[in-house]
């Protein structure tokens, strides 16, 4: 009897960096339920982080076609990675590049016979495009920022060309985007991505890790890449619904000392709930708050290193996110009908925040503004004075999010043409 040829198996390449890896995971685990073999590939770092702190492996445990496999970066175990990530790309493009080729090369030697036929890569990463048409193998670019940022990063070379870019600081930031038809009517100076206000410092981010035993329950679902502070669900549990404003600035951006000290007297003078996570490596010098402000009720704060994100926004007694605006935090909060404020801190996030607040009326855009009193104002504006309204537009957002993802939706049917167009590819 002739046997039946294996099933494609995809190769899956994300950035090293906590968002790329969440959402490619989460796509992994989709084109396995799509009937695709998938190999999760991961830099040496990365994978260690997702053995020991997500609970990838058993989650996986019932897709038999699912391989988690790690490929070198180049860097030694000690290497600060995530103060220097842009050290990390460089180095990736040597080192990981050649044993990149040779894993297209050999096949990626699957269990049952079956060879990579296809790679999905993230579009950050240069090299596998490269590497991928040498060896003839298709490859999809995936990339993990919003769809406005990237038009935006496509239309850079007009924006030069017309003069409008670069500009600085001490321009004026809110003259509206004018050569490209479509940016006047949203966007300005200050909404474009961080790096085109000549001046900008380099990108920098620190993600050191620390750990700290908690002894909570183990996740239904985590693709941390930090143990996450489970405790604070538990204090969730205690709040009135939609009464406490989350504060997360995501994995990588960084505050000073002086802007912590102007989020923090902003929120406690705004005399709202809120949960805040604090990365150790977050604040430049000194990351204590103190605590003493809140006298009295410190029931009404709570920080935490890292947080079970997707679990918190989507806990009934959150009603506000102040965000970096990330593209996955951004995503995340729209699924759950969480209204946001945002400071964005670099690249796409300028973007993202102006979509937020003009576009979809989530909420309010704060950015280049660190000022207790400003903060105070705005949270207690999302979290009581205009609360209903925005309760009301993140609870529409939510529902075209659900149905876009609901049988026949929108998204759906994207990712069952992707599923279809793997297989031809394949054949
Ligand atoms: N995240 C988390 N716990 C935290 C903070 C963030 O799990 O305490 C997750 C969050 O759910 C999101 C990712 O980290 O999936 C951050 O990605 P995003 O694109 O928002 O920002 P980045 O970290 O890339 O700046």
């Not at 620390?210 to 996740?219: E, M, R, V």
């Not at 996570?277 to 605590?291: K, L």
Request: overall charge negative; aromatic content about 10%; charged content about 25%.
């Amino acid at each position: 009897m002739a046997q039946s040829p294996p099933r494609p198996r995809v190769l899956i390449f994300p950035l090293p960096l906590q968002g790329p890896v969440n959402s490619m995971l989460k796509l992994s685990e989709l084109l396995c339920l799509g009937g695709l073999h998938v190999t999760f590939l991961v830099t040496d770092h990365i994978d260690a982080r997702l053995r020991r702190y997500s609970n990838v492996q058993s989650r996986f445990h019932s897709y038999p076609g699912f391989r988690l496999q790690a490929i070198s970066d180049g860097l030694p175990e000690n290497h600060p990675r995530g103060d220097k990530f842009l050290e990390v790309f460089e180095s990736m493009k040597v080192h990981t590049k050649p044993l990149f080729k040779e894993l297209l090369q050999s096949g990626g030697g699957g269990e049952g016979g079956d060879r990579i036929s296809c790679v999905i890569a993230d579009g950050g990463l240069e090299f596998p495009l490269d590497v991928a048409e040498e060896v003839g193998i298709p490859l999809f670019i995936v990339r993990t920022i919003s769809a406005a940022c990237l038009w935006v990063f496509f239309c850079l070379p007009q924006l030069i060309q017309s003069g409008e870019l670069p500009f600085t600081g001490d321009d004026d930031l809110d003259v509206m985007v004018k050569s490209v038809p479509g940016m006047e009517r949203y966007l300005r100076r200050r909404d474009l991505p961080s790096f085109c206000r000549s001046g900008n410092p380099p990108l920098h981010a620190h993600l050191k890790a620390k750990l700290a035993a908690t002894g909570a329950s183990l996740p239904d679902f985590s693709n941390s890449l930090w143990e996450e502070d489970r405790f604070c669900l538990v204090w969730l549990d205690d709040q009135p619904p939609k009464s406490v404003l989350y504060v997360s600035f995501g994995s990588l951006a960084t505050v000073t000392r002086d802007q912590l000290m102007e989020f923090w007297h902003g929120l406690v003078n705004s005399g709202q709930r809120f949960l805040w996570v604090i990365r150790q490596d977050s604040v430049a010098g000194e990351s204590q708050v103190p605590m003493e402000l809140l006298q009295g009720s410190e029931e009404r704060g709570f920080v935490v290193y890292w947080a079970p994100q997707e679990e918190v926004l989507a806990h009934p007694a959150v009603g506000g996110f102040l965000t970096h605006s990330g593209w996955n935090s951004t995503l995340e909060s729209a699924y759950e009908g969480v209204p946001m404020i945002c400071w964005p801190y670099f690249l796409d996030q300028q973007v993202n925040s102006r979509l937020v607040e003009e576009e979809w009326k989530l909420g309010f855009d704060m950015k280049d503004t660190c000022d207790r009193s400003v903060i105070e104002k705005t949270v207690r504006n999302l979290m009581e004075v205009r609360k209903d309204e925005f309760q009301r537009s993140a609870a529409q957002m939510a529902s075209s999010a659900k149905t876009s993802l609901g049988d026949g939706g929108s998204s759906f049917s994207h990712l069952e043409r992707l599923i279809q167009d793997i297989k031809d590819k394949s054949v």
